[in-house]
Structure formats: C-alpha cells, structure tokens
C-alpha cells in the first residue's frame, strides 16, 4: 500500500519559517504530481502548491511568493518550503497526488503559526 509520511511542522511565530517534507515511494514521486494540501480549523481542505509531473509549480494566492514546493528525487521527498508564516497559515498539511488525491490520506502534519 503506498503511503505518504507528512513532517516538519510546528508551532512558529508570524514571519517565521518551516519546511515541510512529504516522503513516499520513489515511482510515487516520480509518476505523478504532488500537492501540498491545507486544511485550516473549520474548513474545506485546500491546495496550496503543486509540482506536476514534469515539474510546472502552481500556487494559490494566499501563499505565492512566500512558499516554495521543491522534489528530490533522491530522497523520495517533497519539500514545502514556508516563509514570512502568517496567522491565517495555520492547519494540518498533507501531500498527496495532484490534480487527483489517489493515495490514502495520512496524518498530515500540523502547523501553528502565533500571532
């Protein structure tokens, strides 16, 4: 069963900083996009970056210029740079496939950012 394991998170100061990584097999990695999905108290999961297939990087507004998602191929992992963590920032992180979540959810990984 292919799994996706979610670490980094935290809790941070507003400006502050966090890499999240998503590790899983390597054909996962490489044979399909990957989102970072958010999903903030009380609301709809939402994706907030993806790296597709052949490595295109898309952003929702709320994020763009200040987060970065990166792939090491290497390492099986994709990376979820955060920087200049705003309050509203605040959720469960997960990765999964992108544009269609095919993998079981995991656990994702928390992130609190103070005000």
């Known amino acids: 069963q292919v799994q996706l394991v979610e670490s980094g998170g935290g809790l941070v100061q507003a400006g502050g900083s966090l890499r999240l990584s998503c590790v899983a097999s390597?054909?996962?990695?490489?044979?399909?996009?990957i989102g970072w999905y958010r999903q903030a108290p009380g609301k709809q999961r939402e994706l907030v970056a993806r790296?597709?297939?052949?490595?295109?990087?898309r952003y929702a507004d709320s994020v763009k210029g200040r987060f970065t998602i990166s792939r090491d191929y290497a390492k099986n992992t994709v990376f979820l740079q955060m920087n200049r963590l705003k309050p509203e920032d605040t959720g469960v992180y997960y990765c999964?496939?992108?544009?269609?979540?095919?993998?079981?959810w995991g656990q994702g990984t928390q992130v609190t950012v103070s005000s």
């Open positions: 999964n496939t992108w544009p269609t979540a095919t993998i079981l």
């Open positions: 790296i597709g297939m052949a490595g295109s990087l």
């Open positions: 390597r054909s996962t990695i490489s044979k399909n996009g």
